[in-house]
């Protein structure tokens, strides 16, 4: 009973204790605002610094560019030739790529299975398909990178005579298998928040269980489907460890999904260690990171804005 | 709260049409194509986990795991990458579970949960959870190593070489304990949920404070889910290697990390370097194999743990 004996405190405690735990509160906020600062910083001379631009300009990151004489424009990623050549679009090529591979993969896949376990799966089984899907997303990046590099390329390579055993393809496969988890959990908890009365609905004008699923719950639950996706390209965008080690690491801008690819955040791993401090390769590199940044900030957004309206939307449903 | 859309979706109009289901459809194909995506995705768990596991398993000997690295990693085991991993989530734990806990105490107990400071706090947390690995790597290079760092080498030791303001554990941890922030908030956030309002309303009856009911109510009540975010952090933390790079980790270190400064050598890291800066592949690959299980085991292990101790709390809150 001494442990539920109170004594009287002054109101000064409370109010030192109460602003100590809303300043540790801001953490997260101070900590989100940091990075951008933090990495944004470092990208700041090519917009400014002279010397930098000498070398690299926004334009030469995004326009075709002749190096040597009688030669086509071209992109080139090439920081580390006697010519530095910055061109960011066989980075975003190779990026996006593997992403949409990624994405064709895992969407499928995600969808279709949260379907069966919000729909069709009785409780036991759902209560082993979770558990399974969770298992997945815990695999360390790192550890599906090293599955991707010593047994998928090799098997994927004897599959279809590949040229190249590391590719787009491979790294995308490997990437899909991190956004499954994402796409699932999403979806599956976007079908199961749609309320019991609609399904009830279906029942009663004569549908069969599929019919409900397709008809009722599929269109309603299709906002939390979409920010699934959202939310899973994302991820296959800033995704490191597995495209660093499954893809080639080669910066070719070329459309087919058999050529090896450098993405942005491979690219970031791969050379900062090497790069000199300050430098416009340096400056280069934090410029990607910005970018990944601020792209999947809004791609977290959205995803965010998306899945509160539709929880208020069925909730307003339900009443 | 807005008003619900209505007219979006259902018209009476389209009701008449859409709605009329054809009473022979069978649903017998399409279950089969549902539950075809939940089979492919098992057999692709099954598939990486029984690879690495007849690859490793016959490497794992007290000896490979209480040894450090020979020969150029060809031979020899991964003591030190195991006590580097340890090192720095238990470094990491110690820095995420208090501000995890406060914030989410901030959150559930402080604050009116449609207030702007609620709504930008949630939008922050939302987002550090999605911010790429790479970019904390980036991050802690930038912040904790050139600016933290670098800042108390020229404040104490203005005349010798970096003595903060270099890749060191310290700061890797923390790099770490930034990305795993979101998860510690989460778990403790739906603990401080599942606790009964009457036990807070008996505390202020005893005459409790609202910061005594805190910590010697809520708190001690809040425990199980403090721990699951405590371990699904450290699972995180176990197996992420590009938030550590640049910031601490390093290919090959012949000492123990003793002080916060020092390098230090880790699972995932040394599967990367193993996988794809050796020389010779094959020799290196049953001590590659062997590493891939214990990273794995380590953190199913601890993944499995958090799922059983969050499926008793939620138990546990169904029943009271």
């Known amino acids: 009973m001494d442990r539920y004996q109170f004594k009287p405190k002054s109101k000064v405690r409370e109010f030192i204790g109460e602003k100590l735990i809303a300043l540790t509160a801001l953490a997260a906020l101070i900590g989100i605002v940091l990075i951008f600062v933090f990495i944004f910083k470092e990208s700041i001379p090519i917009f400014v610094d002279k010397a930098t631009q000498e070398e690299v300009t926004i334009d030469r990151m995004v326009f075709k560019q002749t190096f040597y004489e009688d030669e086509d424009a071209k992109w080139i990623w090439q920081p580390n030739s006697d010519i530095p050549k910055y061109s960011l679009m066989p980075l975003f090529i190779g990026t996006l790529k593997a992403a949409i591979i990624a994405m064709l993969f895992a969407t499928p896949l995600g969808v279709m299975a949260a379907i069966y376990t919000s729909e069709f799966a009785s409780k036991r089984t759902k209560e082993i398909i979770k558990p399974v899907i969770e298992l997945l997303a815990g695999i360390p990046s790192v550890v599906l990178g090293f599955f991707a590099l010593i047994v998928l390329a090799t098997f994927l390579q004897n599959a279809f005579g590949l040229t190249f055993r590391l590719n787009a393809l491979n790294a995308g496969l490997a990437l899909g298998i991190t956004i499954i988890p994402v796409i699932f959990t999403i979806s599956e908890d976007a079908m199961t928040a749609v309320p019991q009365s609609l399904r009830d609905a279906a029942i009663a004008l004569g549908a069969n269980p599929w019919q409900v699923s397709f008809t009722m719950v599929l269109p309603a639950a299709m906002p939390g489907i979409a920010a699934g996706i959202v939310l899973g390209f994302g991820r296959a965008i800033g995704e490191t460890m597995i495209v660093l080690m499954a893809s080639g690491n080669a910066a070719i801008s070329s459309l087919s999904f058999t050529d090896s690819i450098r993405t942005f955040s491979a690219t970031i791993a791969a050379e900062l260690a090497e790069v000199v401090f300050g430098s416009p390769h340096y400056s280069v590199l934090f410029l990607i990171g910005t970018l990944l940044f601020v792209f999947t900030f809004l791609t977290n957004l959205s995803g965010d804005i998306i899945l509160t309206k539709l929880r208020e939307r069925l909730q307003g449903r339900m009443s | ?320």
């Open chain 2, 1 to 320: 709260m807005s008003a619900p859309d209505r007219s979006s979706q259902f018209t009476t109009s389209d009701l008449s049409h859409q709605y009329q289901f054809s009473p022979k459809g069978s649903d017998t194909l399409p279950r089969a194509l549902m539950f075809l995506a939940v089979a492919i995705i098992m057999a692709i768990l099954a598939v990486i986990l029984i690879d690495v596991i007849i690859g490793g398993i016959g490497t794992i000997s007290w000896e490979f795991l209480s040894s450090p690295p020979e020969q150029g990693m060809e031979a020899g085991g991964i003591f030190p990458a195991i006590f580097g991993t340890l090192m720095l989530v238990i470094l990491m734990v110690i820095a995420v579970v208090p501000i995890g806990v406060f914030t989410a105490v901030y959150l559930q107990e402080y604050t009116d949960p449609q207030s702007k400071l609620t709504r930008l706090l949630r939008i922050a947390i939302n987002n550090l959870a999605g911010v790429p690995s790479i970019v904390f790597g980036l991050f802690g290079l930038g912040f904790f190593i050139g600016f933290v760092g670098g800042n108390l080498d020229k404040l104490f030791y203005p005349e010798s070489g970096p003595v903060w303001g270099q890749p060191a554990v310290i700061w890797a941890s923390l790099t770490m304990a930034l990305l795993t922030l979101p998860v510690v908030i989460v778990s403790t956030e739906e603990a401080l949920r599942a606790i009964p309002r009457e036990l807070k309303e008996a505390s202020y009856a005893l005459g409790a404070t609202k910061l005594q009911t805190i910590f010697r109510v809520i708190l001690p009540q809040a425990m199980p889910g403090i721990f699951t975010g405590g371990i699904l952090a450290v699972g995180r933390g176990a197996g992420e290697v590009a938030p550590i790079m640049f910031t601490g980790a390093a290919y090959y270190l012949p000492y123990l990390p003793a002080k916060l400064n020092d390098q230090f050598m880790v699972l995932g890291y040394h599967t990367y370097v193993m996988a794809t800066q050796s020389p010779d592949v094959e020799k290196t690959k049953p001590i590659l194999y062997g590493t891939v299980l214990v990273l794995l085991m380590l953190t199913f292990l601890l993944n499995f743990v958090a799922v059983l101790l969050r499926s008793k709390i939620r138990t546990r809150r169904i029943s009271a």
